[in-house]
């Protein structure tokens, strides 16, 4: 029966976990997380981006607000909390809690006028368990469930609040099963006074975990909501700490994220079934409060190659879309052709303004065209004495009811049709030609063509102006009375189109200054126009398409935040860490062979990457405008990744791997794995040793009870004997049938005296104790104030 | 009337006035039959504005009658026949002043509408 699981990571590191958890989850069943699981990560730094997978992130943030400091202090003091260290010792951090403990503590119990901080995180983890225990399966519905945290102890937030916060758990779920944490310690002091803050921190954190682990202390505490906290039990049931180190002393884990990685792999391995086989076996140990474990695996990286290629496909997408030389047709590189489109656009545009002048024939119910009929015709019958003042006041601005004031109340429909079928250009080119900057000079030519139109309009007299159009009009009165063709019956038909000539005249007097501002607003920086049309649309403008190019440049190249290049740099960086003990085995022998392989499969029936694998036939205009410009870089970074996955895996370009093939034929780094899972991730004193006694969880988890079983006897019948993990011992094979493309060796760890037994446990006391000299820009107590959160010093 | 047309013979200032008339009038009765005719069959689908369509209708009448015109000259040629025509006599030309203004009127109006046409096609002449 599962067990209802939430998983809450703390902090920046906290969140990196769950994004390992996530993505192992997914390699495994093909979705973030079961249904019984939750994940939730409290942050202090509005910054930090959750990493993804192809199916949507489940990691939920709970943003606790540091703002306001000093008011969220005093409001703590007020709730009668003795630790609030005084006001002008806090910092006002602009990242998270920058380092200060009792500023991540004090962000915590916290409100200012933005929100209240400890309200935020109860519901948030109340919100959690109840999701956790689905109303869909009622068989754990009443499941006690079990609680995670995780992160580490070395910022601000992770070692400022993790105690409070299982506290804080321990109040909101009543009747909670197990609470654990797992926190990452830093490694052993390269350089201990360059990061003296990370290591007192941590030291601090622990120091303060030991001062309420005892039985004889009193956690007591007033809540923001009036109610008391007051209990000697153990803020957590064991805390698991882990590092970059190893105890046998192999080389550390070269990076975090490594780290992050092994601690990932733990909680997912927790997740599906680890965690009730280590309970089985821990239920006979003697009760500790701190553990550690040792972590390896032989792993195919499937979901790895799956990103990496899905980050070259969209890499080959966006450049496709930003190549200012080039665009694809019809499955061919070609220049882009300038002299082409300003032919099209000349086309179009012409089209385009005669439709706008044909809209502005009709007003309502009544056709201009027909209204000028019979002004003819009543001239032509000498209906009208004085014709030429009687087409005056037609046409004049000066009248409140004639045709002017008819086309000024109906000048809309036709700016609406410029609008709206310049839109349809630019999405049109778009959505063919997949470049945008194809698209931006097809409108840098609609903005000539706009201009040409307008002074070729200017040179024939027209303006804007009534003042002007008064003059105009007088002139083209007199002309009608010019050369009337009478003699040759001719002149109805002349008469009546010289009229019309007034009126188109007319038309181009009211839309000139539309024209001027449709063509500004391509071009300038001002808030777009919008027709007024059934469905309104946004003019397009050629600086939304600089805006656009520079996104789109970051999400290939950024070296700061999400991009694909980045993300590929991660993964060949993992794939290659040689400190992780996880081996990487291929179908074909290596990482870049494997995504050759990869890559030709897909392209077998492909030439080059389409919109359409990302958004179908949906409008690339609409996709890359209306998304707001500063997430456009992560929105197209989490589609490109999500959507090229997505179709890797549908047609199947990376085939899962029986990792014990690999390790029958190649036994000896078989067995160099599973050792490295003997080697727990803590570097220990010398004359320490961890328990080893059989009540300790140490097995082998793979897809089936067969293939593990297969692997020990190998490893057992070889040269070497191998029989670390006893074939004899049934506790030893785990089989969880999603596990595929790894073998996990695992070995755990408790009775660990983390301020005795790890190695640099002096060092982290001395600048714990006592400020380094290197730090000059605060006091002795500045930095005890800065390290200290919970226990009561000063 | 085969006197008028066909006789390049000067005989005094009353005959030759009056045969100018009659030319300068039948010449506008044939052009205004054909710029007629034109009107209603020529750039009838054109986009042009009616008045040029017009105008250019009135340039190809002009052209149409000087064609007709070239006719008549063949025939009064043909008729009259070279050796009595005395091109080293000035009275000879006087004789046949009524044909020249035709002949060279209709070019030279051919040539002032066809400016004026220009005219009005420009940007800057079209109110």
New interface residues.
């Given amino acids: 029966m599962a067990t209802p699981t939430v998983i809450i990571g703390i902090g920046t590191s906290g969140l990196r976990i769950l994004e390992n958890v996530q993505r192992f989850y997914y390699e495994s069943f093909g979705v973030n997380k079961p249904e019984y699981v939750q994940y939730m990560y409290i942050e202090t730094d509005s910054n930090s981006e959750v990493g993804i997978t192809p199916v949507e992130n489940e990691i939920k943030q709970v943003l606790i607000s540091l703002k306001e400091m000093k008011t969220m202090c005093k409001y703590v003091q007020n709730l009668g909390a003795k630790w609030v260290p005084p006001l002008e010792e806090l910092s006002i951090y602009t990242i998270g809690a920058g380092g200060v403990r009792p500023n991540g503590r004090v962000g915590l119990w916290g409100k200012n006028s933005e929100q209240k901080n400890y309200i935020k995180v109860k519901d948030a983890i109340e919100n959690a368990v109840r999701l956790a225990r689905s109303p869909h399966n009622p068989d754990i519905t009443d499941t006690e469930p079990a609680i995670f945290v995780t992160g580490s102890l070395t910022g601000g937030t992770g070692s400022g609040i993790f105690i409070d916060l299982a506290y804080l758990i321990r109040k909101t779920v009543t009747n909670i099963g197990e609470l654990y944490g797992l926190f990452l310690l830093p490694p052993i002091p390269s350089d201990l006074e360059e990061k003296a803050q990370y290591y007192a921190n941590a030291y601090g954190a622990i120091n303060d975990l030991n001062y309420y682990n005892r039985s004889d202390t009193l956690y007591h505490e007033t809540l923001p909501d009036g109610e008391e906290i007051e209990t000697s039990d153990a803020p957590f049931g064991l805390t698991q700490l882990i590092s970059q180190n190893y105890v046998k002393g192999d080389p550390a884990i070269s990076t975090l994220n490594g780290l992050y990685k092994m601690a990932g792999l733990y909680l997912f391995l927790n997740m599906i079934g680890v965690k009730e086989h280590r309970m089985a076996r821990l239920v006979d140990a003697p009760p500790s409060h701190y553990g550690t474990f040792g972590l390896s695996g032989i792993q195919f990286p499937k979901d790895q190659i799956q990103e990496y290629i899905a980050a070259q496909l969209s890499t080959s997408l966006v450049e496709r879309w930003n190549d200012s030389n080039q665009y694809i047709l019809q499955g061919n590189k070609e220049n882009i052709p300038r002299n082409d489109i300003a032919e099209i656009v000349k086309m179009e545009w012409d089209s385009i303004i005669t439709d706008a002048f044909h809209i502005l024939d009709s007003v309502g119910n009544i056709t201009i065209k027909k209204e000028i009929i019979e002004i003819t015709n009543k001239i032509i019958d000498k209906e009208i004495p004085d014709h030429s003042k009687y087409l005056f006041e037609k046409f004049t601005s000066r009248s409140t009811n004639n045709i002017y004031v008819a086309l000024q109340d109906n000048i809309s429909n036709a700016v609406n049709i410029i609008i709206d079928r310049i839109y349809k250009l630019n999405n049109d080119i778009l959505n063919r030609t997949e470049n945008i900057h194809y698209a931006k000079i097809t409108l840098e030519y609609v903005t000539g063509f706009i201009d040409e139109t307008n002074k070729?309009w200017q040179?024939?007299?027209v303006s804007s102006f009534p003042k002007n159009w008064e003059v105009?009009l007088d002139?083209?009165i007199s002309?009608i009375n010019k050369?009337r063709?009478k003699?040759?019956l001719?002149h109805q038909?002349?008469l009546s189109?010289?009229i019309y000539?007034i009126f188109e005249?007319m038309k181009m007097h009211f839309l000139s200054s539309k024209l001027v501002d449709i063509h500004d607003n391509i071009l300038n920086k001002e808030q777009s126009l919008r027709s007024t049309s059934k469905i309104p649309l946004k003019l397009p403008k050629t600086e939304t398409y600089d805006k656009i190019a520079v996104e789109l440049a970051k999400v290939i190249n950024d070296k700061k935040s999400m991009s694909f290049y980045k993300r590929m740099d991660d993964i060949k960086q993992d794939i290659n860490d040689n400190t992780l003990p996880i081996l990487r085995v291929f179908h074909y022998g290596s990482f870049d062979d494997e995504l050759n392989y990869a890559l030709t499969e897909y392209n077998r029936n492909y030439s080059y990457p389409s919109k359409v694998d990302l958004i179908q036939n949906d409008s690339l205009w609409e996709y890359l405008s209306s998304i707001d410009i500063s997430s456009l870089q992560s929105h197209v970074y989490k589609d490109g990744i999500t959507k090229f996955r997505d179709l890797i895996k549908d047609k199947n370009c990376v085939n899962d791997y029986d990792v014990t093939k690999y390790i029958k034929e190649n036994l000896e780094n078989g067995i160099r794995i599973a050792k490295k899972a003997t080697n727990v991730f803590l570097s220990i004193k010398e004359g320490y040793t961890l328990d080893k006694a059989h009540y300790l969880p140490r097995f082998v988890a793979g897809s089936s009870r067969n293939s593990i079983e297969e692997v020990l006897r190998f490893f057992k019948n070889s040269e070497k004997p191998f029989d670390d993990f006893p074939i004899s011992d049934p506790k030893t094979i785990l089989p969880l049938p999603n596990l595929q493309n790894i073998l996990v060796f695992y070995d755990e760890k408790t009775g660990l005296i983390p301020l005795e037994m790890i190695s640099y446990a002096d060092r982290m006391k001395r600048v714990y104790d006592t400020k380094p000299k290197n730090i000059l820009d605060i006091s002795e107590e500045q930095w005890k104030i800065r390290t200290r959160a919970y226990i009561p010093e000063f | 009337m085969e006197d008028i047309f066909f006789d390049a013979t000067y005989s005094n200032l009353q005959q030759l006035l009056g045969r100018i008339i009659i030319f300068l009038i039948l010449s506008g009765l044939l052009l205004?039959i054909i710029?007629?005719v034109f009107?209603k069959l020529l750039f009838r689908k054109s986009s042009h504005?009616?008045?040029i369509a017009?105008r250019l209708s009135f340039l190809w009448s002009l052209f149409a009658y000087f064609i007709v015109f070239n006719i008549y000259i063949f025939v009064f040629i043909l008729k009259t026949g070279l050796d009595s025509m005395h091109w080293t006599n000035l009275k000879f030309y006087l004789g046949l002043i009524a044909q020249f203004i035709v002949f060279f009127g209709t070019i030279c109006f051919f040539f002032i509408k066809r400016h004026s046409l220009t005219k009005i096609i420009n940007?800057?002449s079209?109110?």
């Fill in positions: 070729f040179s024939i007299g105009s002139k083209m002309e050369n063709y003699y040759i001719e038909n002349l189109e010289k000539s005249f | 205004y710029f007629f009107s504005p009616k008045e017009l940007e800057k079209i109110i």
